[in-house]
Every structure is written in structure tokens, then in C-alpha cells.
């Protein structure tokens, strides 16, 4: 089958899948309830002081008021000037929508007099339980599944996956996955984000065990090195891994979190990997784990600060946010240390309603220089990629990206679903975005090696369209160009910070 058809297919697959999440459309446009709420407001002259008679929420079937109320910058009481009062109810809207509980708040002035007003805060609650079949790709982009392992089924993964958001009504979560294919993992993880009186502190925990058919323990010319070598040898399984962590979460106000993660990890992997990197060593293959064994134990220490500051935290159109962390790989474990140190901010400025524009920095530092491949991850993972170069893996243990985008929302389109009769679920909205980019960045890795694009200054540049739904829903597509003179249609399912 001719590859462009292939791509053609899976990106109708995952549409179609990630349609079937979506259930629910805006009852209330947003900018009309804004316009009335201004329409109120300019009633009043701009120096009236006004006092908060009330707050009331409603359509929290599920979630407990004092959950959204904590997110909430003002209380029954709270007195403000009329020229403040838009700004600080349209925060309220903000916080309250980037809780991701809700697919719709509404704030609503329902009585006023000369010197008091009523609030009511509509929300409109997001399905909360997902038990749904997983097939999911385990390349690191759909590109590189589909082009260099042309599309083979071999490397997917399927079986059951339950994500269960705010279970009590607290804003917690329960993951459960019972998954089997390229890997078999079985795992839960519970957080509680509140578990204090004060609506502060919280707690975490997880159980994850994980087995791989094939790994990648080595990179040649900026691709990975699988064992088994081929998709065909994929058979019984070469890497085991157990993880067990419990965490401590703290947030103060709406924009700071802090987070705490201890962890147990215990890997193995087959005596064949350490004789393949020895024949190997010429190429610049270095061990897998220190001294080339084929086990790992050790602890792990994770502190990660999250400052989120903007209107949309999951495809920001205006504001700030910086998430850092600081990993102690190790914890006097044999054969471990690592002191991995990360950073991502990036600022969003939106030009007009329709229009903005970004800048994102990441960049990462790992010590000692001296580490195992295990330990070397840098660019080509995740969302340190540039857009561009998604074929290729640029290893370190010094590595930054920054990122410039220029976005125009172009249109807005209601989807009709066919298949479900309620009327208020007739049509699903999307939201398309054009955008021009330009990345650059570079990794440094100190060891020898006969990977080309690391210890260079690296840049891409490109165009694409991003199209925006409900449950998070963000899919990608982008013509990028690199300096290596290559070009290409790429697809992303993930946000891009």
C-alpha cells in the first residue's frame, strides 16, 4: 500500500477516535455572555464601588463547590470598582476553565442594585470516566512509525485503559492500564491534589510494571538501534522494567505548584546488549547501563515547579507558563548519579482575537557529563523536538530549543456526529489554526560519537494547520524544512508546550 494512503488512513482513524471522545457543545456562546456581562457593567460609573452580594455555582453535578470556589478570586463580601470588575470576573472564568473539569464556564451578573451585584458561575462538567479500548503507536511520532518501520503492527500497542478524572468530586484522578502488543504494562496511579482542609496539599502514588519485545540501547548516525534489529524478530520480551512512587503535591493560590516524587526503579535488560555495544564500541556505542550490565536498581528524587499563567493552558492564546525540575537519578544507588536539571517557559502574546504569536525556550543540563546511554536522552523526545527533524534522536547531557510561532485562527466549524440524537450533542466544534514556525536549538554530548547533528547549531522552519476541540483535543499538522535539505509532512497528537 503506497505510504501517503497508509498516512491518509491512520490520520482518519485517530480523528475519528478522538471524535468519539468529544461529547458535549458551548449550550451559550461565550462571547455572547461576555457582551451582556459588559452591558451590565458599563451601567455603572467607573469609580462605583461595588460589594459581591453572592456566589453561586451551578452544574457541578459532580465536583464540590469549594473546589471551583477555590479558584475563585474574590468571596460573598469582596468589594471592587466597576472598572475592575470585568477583568477580575473574566480570571475567575480563566482559573476556573483551566481546572479541566469543565468544558464550559459562564459567569453571569443575575441582580444588581447601585451598590451590590449576584453572581452565577455556569459550568457545564466534562465526561469524567474514559474505560476504552488503547491502541496506541510506540514510536516517538507517527512519522517515524510510519515511514521508517513502514506502519508495522508489530510496534502497537492495545488493551484496556481506564482514566477515571475527579473521582470524588476533589479534582483527583485514577489511571489504570492494562495493556499488551510491542509492550505488556500493568499499572494504576492515584492523585489527590487536595487532601488538606486549606485545599493545598496533596498526595500521589503508583504501581507500573512494564515489559518491552524490542529497546532501543544505542543511536547511530542520530537514529535509534533497536535489539531485535528487525520487526520481524519481535518475539518475546527484552526489557522489564518496576517503578513505584508516591509523591507530594503543594498549590498555594491558582498559578504555583510544587511537586515532590520518590521513586523505586528496578530495570533489566538481556546480557546480549552488553556484548552487541562492546563489538560496537568503534561506532561510539556506549554502555547501556555504568559498566555494561544488565540490571539497574536504583532511587529516584523528582522536584517539579509548574507556573501557569495564561488563558488556556492546554493551547495558550495570551500569557506565560514555565514549568522546571530537578532530578537526583541515583540516591547513593550502585552504578547511578545523575543530576539532571530542566526548564521550559514560554510567553504568548496575542496581537488580536484571532491572532498570535510565541516564544518558547527549553533547555536541559545533566551531571556528571560522563553517563550511560541510559541517562542520554535529549532532543527528539517528547516536545523537545524541533519541528523538522522528528526522524532523528540528538543525545546529551546539554541540550536547548527555542521556538517561534505566528498563529491566525482561520476558522471555526460545527461537525455534525450522525449518530447521537440528544439535540445538544448533534455537532462538535473545531477550531483551525494556521501557523508559520522557526526552531533552533543544539545538544552536546562530549563522548565520541558518530552522530552528525550533534555539537551543532540546528534549525528548522515550516507551516502547518492546528485543529482544536473539546477534551483537550490537539492534532498537528505540519510541512517542516531542515538544514539538511530535507522536508515533509509531519503530525503531532500532542500540544505543543
Not at 68 to 95: C, D, H, W
Not at 135 to 164: A, C, H, M, T
Not at 285 to 301: A, I, V
Request: net charge positive.
Amino acid at each position: 500500500m503506497h505510504p501517503k494512503l497508509i498516512y491518509s488512513i491512520c490520520l482518519f482513524i485517530v480523528l475519528q477516535f478522538a471524535i468519539q471522545q468529544l461529547h458535549a457543545q458551548p449550550s451559550v456562546a461565550i462571547d455572547t455572555a461576555k457582551q451582556r456581562l459588559q452591558k451590565i457593567i458599563h451601567q455603572f460609573p467607573d469609580s462605583a464601588e461595588l460589594t459581591i452580594r453572592s456566589v453561586i455555582i451551578n452544574g457541578n453535578n459532580k465536583t464540590k463547590e469549594y473546589i471551583i470556589l477555590r479558584e475563585v478570586p474574590f468571596r460573598a463580601g469582596s468589594k471592587f470598582l466597576a472598572n475592575q470588575l470585568e477583568g477580575v470576573i473574566e480570571q475567575a472564568r480563566l482559573n476556573v476553565f483551566n481546572t479541566l473539569l469543565f468544558l464550559e464556564v459562564i459567569p453571569r451578573i443575575t441582580n444588581w442594585s447601585e451598590t451590590h451585584i449576584d453572581l452565577l458561575i455556569d459550568v457545564k462538567e466534562r465526561w469524567y470516566i474514559f474505560p476504552s479500548p488503547y491502541f496506541k503507536l510506540v514510536d516517538r511520532n507517527p512519522n517515524q512509525w510510519l515511514i521508517e518501520q513502514d506502519g508495522s503492527l508489530e510496534r502497537v500497542n492495545y488493551g484496556l485503559k481506564l482514566v477515571w478524572d475527579n473521582v470524588s468530586g476533589r479534582r483527583d484522578k485514577l489511571n489504570f492500564n492494562f495493556i499488551n502488543g510491542y509492550t505488556r504494562e500493568y499499572s494504576i496511579f492515584y492523585e489527590q491534589p487536595y487532601a488538606d482542609k486549606k485545599l493545598e496539599k496533596g498526595f500521589l502514588g503508583g504501581i507500573f510494571y512494564k515489559q518491552s519485545r524490542q529497546m532501543a540501547y544505542a543511536t547511530d548516525s542520530n537514529k535509534q538501534v533497536f535489539f531485535p534489529v528487525s520487526n520481524a524478530q519481535i518475539s518475546s520480551f527484552v526489557k522489564t522494567t518496576l517503578k513505584i512512587e508516591a509523591g507530594y503535591t503543594i498549590r498555594k493560590g491558582v498559578n504555583h505548584r510544587h511537586t515532590f516524587r520518590l521513586s523505586y526503579v528496578d530495570e533489566v535488560i538481556p546480557d546480549t546488549i552488553a556484548t552487541i555495544i562492546q563489538n560496537n564500541a568503534i561506532k561510539g556505542y556506549l554502555p547501556y547501563f555504568t559498566d555494561n550490565k544488565s540490571r539497574q536498581r536504583y532511587g529516584e528524587f523528582v522536584y517539579n515547579y509548574q507556573y501557569y499563567n495564561a488563558n488556556n493552558n492546554v493551547y495558550p492564546w495570551k500569557g506565560f507558563l514555565f514549568s522546571g525540575s530537578f532530578t537526583q537519578r541515583g540516591l547513593g544507588s550502585k552504578g547511578m548519579n545523575l543530576w539532571h536539571f530542566q526548564g521550559k517557559g514560554g510567553k504568548f502574546f496575542q496581537l488580536s482575537k484571532k491572532t498570535s504569536t510565541s516564544l518558547v525556550g527549553y533547555y536541559m543540563v545533566k551531571v556528571p557529563f560522563k553517563q550511560p546511554m541510559y541517562n542520554l536522552a535529549a532532543l527528539g523526545y517528547g516536545d523537545w523536538v524541533l519541528r523538522g527533524l522528528e526522524y532523528y534522536v540528538i543525545d546529551g547531557v546539554q541540550a536547548g530549543i527555542l521556538k517561534g510561532t505566528f498563529r491566525q485562527e482561520v476558522a471555526n466549524i460545527n461537525v455534525p456526529t450522525f449518530i447521537i440524537k440528544n439535540e445538544k450533542y448533534k455537532k462538535i466544534p473545531f477550531k483551525i489554526v494556521a501557523k508559520v514556525y522557526g526552531d533552533i536549538g543544539a545538544s552536546h554530548l562530549p563522548t565520541g560519537s558518530n552522530s552528525v547533528l550533534n555539537n551543532k547549531f540546528l534549525y528548522t522552519y515550516g507551516a502547518g494547520i492546528d485543529v482544536l476541540s473539546y477534551y483537550d483535543f490537539v492534532a498537528r499538522f505540519e510541512y517542516s524544512f531542515n538544514q539538511l535539505g530535507q522536508n515533509g509532512l509531519f503530525l503531532h497528537m500532542r500540544r505543543d508546550f
